[in-house]
């Protein structure tokens, strides 16, 4: 029986096998966290600023950043909060797309409440994953080209 040579299976990787659907929810991942580290970590500078300001510096903590009866320190943390929650669901995506460890889990995690941490940490996952994604033997079921 003679077989196709366009049949044979390359020599690879088992671990580096990712089918079409994962690579391309792997890249999408990739982009939200990138998204979401930047704002996160923006929204945290922010928060920090205003927190150095109100509690060192405003003569008043309380009326601090107070215009009228709008409270610009509680939208801040309360901003930053939610933009934190949702780079949390980014980094469990990217996390499980890229099927890294529980470790690595955390390390994201705690990036978005160090301030300017999820930039580092934005910068070496990027790089990482890029590397990852690049390396990676994409297979397609047949008849999905």
Same mark, same amino acid.
């Given at each position: ?11 690879? #990787?088992? #671990?580096?096998?990712? =089918? ?10 990739? !982009? ?7 704002? +996160? @970590? =923006?929204?945290?500078?922010?928060? =920090? ?19 009228? @009866?709008?409270?610009?320190? &509680?939208?801040? &943390? ?5 933009? %934190? $929650?949702? %780079? ?12 890294? +460890?529980?470790? !690595? ?10 301030? $300017?941490?999820?930039?580092? $940490? ?12 690049? #390396? ?10």
């Amino acid at each position: 029986m003679v077989t196709d040579p366009q049949d044979a299976r390359p020599d690879f #990787d088992e #671990d580096a096998v990712w =089918t079409v659907k994962r690579f391309t929810s792997a890249r999408s991942a990739l !982009r939200f966290y990138r998204v979401m580290a930047f704002i +996160t @970590g =923006t929204l945290l500078l922010v928060l =920090t600023v205003e927190m150095i300001y109100k509690y060192l510096i405003a003569a008043d903590p309380e009326t601090a950043l107070m215009f009228g @009866g709008f409270n610009l320190a &509680a939208a801040i &943390a309360i901003s930053h909060g939610w933009c %934190y $929650v949702v %780079y949390l669901i980014s980094c469990f995506w990217l996390n499980q797309q890229m099927r890294w +460890t529980l470790g !690595r889990l955390l390390v994201l995690a705690l990036a978005g409440v160090v301030p $300017v941490m999820s930039f580092i $940490v934005e910068r070496r996952v990027h790089r990482q994953a890029e590397q990852e994604l690049d #390396d990676a033997v994409v297979v397609a079921p047949r008849g999905e080209f």
